[in-house]
């Protein structure tokens, strides 16, 4: 069976395609570094929306989630934007953890894996 990889480096994948399932790596925020948990979890639910695309798939097909805080209190925040972009009646199973995460800047990290 054929294993497809995007934005490959020499540590890790961005995205990766086995078969019918997609996995998309924790994405944490690019551009919006230092903004607010609202702002860098919709930076990073576009990223996810685009590599799905690319994958073949949307977020309708999401199976799991896992979202990681710098501050589980910041929770209200960043489930405005998760329950404003998860496509209606598709949620899929997922955690939400309080994490260190690699710079005090960004705020939260997201991964996913869907279906094709």
């Known amino acids: 069976m054929t294993i497809q990889r995007f934005d490959s480096g020499a540590r890790m994948s961005r995205a990766v395609v086995h ?5 998309v790596a ?3 925020a690019e ?4 903004k607010s948990v609202g702002e860098q979890t919709a930076e990073i ?3 996810i929306d685009g590599y799905l695309k690319q994958s073949g798939t949307d977020k309708s097909k999401l199976l799991h989630a896992v979202i ?3 501050d ?4 209200d925040e960043m489930n405005k934007v998760w329950d404003a972009w998860i496509s209606p009646g598709n949620a899929p199973v997922r955690a939400c953890i ?3 995460l690699q710079s005090p800047a960004k705020m939260v990290e997201i991964m996913v894996t869907a279906a094709k």
């Not at 078969?19 to 996995?23: A, H, I, L, Q």
């Not at 551009?31 to 230092?34: F, L, P």
């Not at 589980?72 to 929770?75: E, F, G, N």
């Open 98 to 100: 309080e994490a260190r």
């Open 19 to 23: 078969g019918d399932t997609v996995y």
């Open 26 to 28: 924790g994405l944490t």
């Open 72 to 75: 589980i209190r910041t929770v």
């Open 31 to 34: 551009t919006s570094v230092g």
């Open 45 to 47: 639910l576009g990223r």
């Open 68 to 70: 990681w805080l710098q």
